[in-house]
């Protein structure tokens, strides 16, 4: 069964900041990774996502993420972090095949970033 | 960009009532899910439908949830008998069939009130 792992339950930033959520999974197969992020009040939005080929995927909003296969790791970064990016963050996997396989979710950071 | 809608966005019932999740998934997705989000908790997983049956379901779906596809494009999720730990935000999610499509797209949601 696939597992999702993120560290950090809050982060507090001041804006400009640089950011790096972690985000560590555990499957023994071949994965699609995923950030989401959820503004308050509001539903899922989808990040970026990684399924196959150059390891280091952009994203919407100046996000990127690094899948480092050996680590089982997944983490979030952003360079400069801005008051709207204030939400939470989910890392998301699951297994990659062409079935039904379900999204498996972690548990979700919170960011406050402060103006 | 297509993409999948839900109806209604809130809804609020008393315990023991019946309720009905609607979903409308993107045309031509073969894949379709549930999950569920309990205020301040992380994206659970609850069932996984294709083909018409259900291909995988997690324990929180007990007998008192089912889904369908009545007329071959709404897609719903049924409580039975609603308990105040039901009120959650209830996620759609399709994914297209075939080898390739790897990614599920998720809908806004149904903040769902048990009083």
């Known amino acids: 069964a696939q597992s999702v792992s993120q560290h950090n339950h809050h982060v507090i930033l001041s804006e400009a900041a640089s950011l790096e959520l972690g985000c560590n999974y555990s499957?023994?197969?071949?994965?699609?990774l995923f950030w989401y992020v959820q503004y308050p009040g509001q539903h899922l939005q989808l990040l970026l996502k990684?399924?196959?080929?150059?390891?280091l995927v952009k994203g919407i909003k100046g996000f990127e993420a690094e899948f480092i296969k050996s680590k089982f790791s997944f983490n979030l970064r952003k360079p400069s972090v801005q008051w709207s990016d204030t939400a939470e963050y989910f890392c998301?996997?699951?297994?990659?095949?062409?079935?039904?396989?379900?999204?498996?979710f972690g548990t979700g950071t919170k960011l406050q970033v402060i103006p | 960009e297509p993409e999948v809608t839900q109806t209604p966005s809130h809804q609020v019932t008393q315990m023991g009532q019946e309720v009905i999740l609607r979903c409308v998934p993107i045309s031509n997705h073969l894949y379709f899910y549930w999950y569920r989000q309990i205020l301040g908790q992380k994206v659970e997983f609850l069932v996984s439908f294709y083909n018409n049956e259900i291909s995988e379901k997690s324990e929180i779906f007990d007998d008192q949830f089912s889904v369908e596809r009545p007329d071959g494009s709404n897609f719903t999720l049924k409580i039975r008998s609603t308990k105040l730990e039901d009120s959650a935000m209830y996620f759609c999610a399709t994914k297209g069939g075939g080898g390739g499509a790897q990614e599920q797209y998720f809908g806004p949601g149904t903040r769902l009130t048990v009083t």
């Open positions: 499957y023994g197969g071949t994965v699609n």
């Open positions: 990684y399924f196959s080929g150059d390891p």
């Open positions: 998301a996997v699951n297994a990659r095949n062409g079935g039904y396989q379900k999204v498996t």
